[in-house]
């Protein structure tokens, strides 16, 4: 039987009750297995005698490993193809900002360089979105809690990760079990992220979405909207036919009443499908009764064979002036980082790309520093 990660929390929790073990020990355990990537966990100093068996025969520091890392020429993103035990690959990209470009009470924000990491929960989709990479993979299988956190793990290393963002491979409320669990560790000793920095975007996975603020109070929630109206969302997100616009917006209703906090909607920009002004009144009228914020995003295109194309930058412009202007909703264009390196938003499809040297160039404002 392989060994589990370390950072599979439920299970080392398990087996440290029956054994008698307090679970005091395991913040002190990941500590290590984070600083020491080179060391075995009966290393650990200090714990318990009954421990070291126990960590020996059943787990490991990190099951995973980071087969390479692509860098992208606009010198601020950075791919990660990190190889699972099980032999498939999964794909998380870090994406460098300063905070200081953000703006809060019209000031500059404190702070300084800092890095965001956009992390797969699925190996594959099957949400099967026609505009995103990760959809043609189909599904091959969950993440274990651990796998999650083992990208925040191996990212680490490489960047100071202040921002996590659930955007790269997979549907992470199909995978809700494994989703809290790993949340709750980054939220916890030793990597202790803000609820406020973490996002999990979502088709819309309604059911989900209603248990999601009791579990895990003060994250942000993304939605990917990317239509105004049912029957266009179906066509290029086929999961949509399982979540009705009505009952989804509902939820979000019901979210927002709960948690008090905005939602991000994002909306993919495609030429002649849904960028038109007719689009942006109904989007506004749509969410006019929510406090969200509208990421519009560029479209990416994933291969010669693309049934899409890309916005111009004239209607992306006009589409946000409609929402902002007529319907007073904070929108935002997303920024496209990483296209060269196939990082950017909806590329995520696992191949063996050659490693590339960053560029010196200008830095970003960071996504969770928009909405505050």
């Not at 975007?201 to 248990?211: D, E, F, L």
Request: charged share 20%; glycine share 6%.
């Amino acid at each position: 039987m392989p060994h589990r990660s370390v950072f599979d929390a439920s299970e080392l929790k398990t087996q440290f009750h029956d054994a008698g073990i307090s679970h005091r020990f395991i913040p002190s355990i990941w500590k290590f297995a984070i600083q020491n990537p080179d060391r075995q966990l009966d290393e650990v100093p200090d714990l318990p005698s009954a421990a070291y068996p126990l960590l020996r025969s059943n787990f490991k520091p990190l099951t995973s490993t980071l087969h390479s890392v692509s860098h992208s020429t606009d010198g601020f993103t950075s791919k990660l193809l990190v190889k699972l035990q099980n032999g498939a690959f999964v794909e998380a990209v870090i994406m460098r900002y300063d905070t200081r470009l953000g703006k809060y009470g019209g000031k500059p924000r404190p702070g300084g360089l800092r890095s965001t990491l956009c992390i797969s929960s699925q190996v594959g989709c099957k949400m099967g979105c026609k505009f995103c990479a990760t959809g043609t993979m189909g599904f091959k299988n969950n993440l274990s809690s651990g796998e999650i956190v083992e990208q925040l793990v191996h990212a680490s290393r490489l960047s100071n990760i202040r921002n996590v963002v659930f955007m790269g491979m997979g549907e992470p409320l199909n995978n809700y079990t494994a989703l809290v669990e790993a949340i709750r560790i980054m939220i916890g000793s030793p990597f202790q992220l803000s609820p406020k920095k973490i996002t999990v975007s979502t088709v819309g996975i309604i059911h989900a979405i209603n248990k999601l603020h009791g579990d895990l109070p003060g994250l942000n929630l993304a939605v990917s909207l990317h239509a105004p109206v049912q029957d266009i969302r179906c066509q290029i997100m086929p999961s949509a036919r399982a979540f009705p616009l009505e009952k989804l917006m509902d939820a979000l209703q019901v979210y927002q009443k709960n948690s008090q906090q905005k939602i991000f909607i994002e909306y993919i920009m495609l030429d002649g499908v849904n960028d038109e002004e007719q689009h942006a009144h109904q989007l506004g009228k749509l969410l006019e009764t929510l406090k969200v914020v509208v990421n519009l995003i560029p479209f990416n295109p994933i291969g010669s064979s693309s049934q899409f194309r890309t916005s111009s930058e004239h209607r992306v412009s006009e589409f946000q002036k409609i929402l902002r202007g007529t319907y007073n909703i904070r929108t935002t264009v997303r920024k496209q980082m990483g296209q060269d390196i196939s990082g950017a938003c909806g590329q995520l499809v696992v191949n063996l790309s050659d490693k590339r040297s960053p560029e010196n160039t200008s830095l970003l404002t960071d996504i969770e520093d928009i909405h505050l």
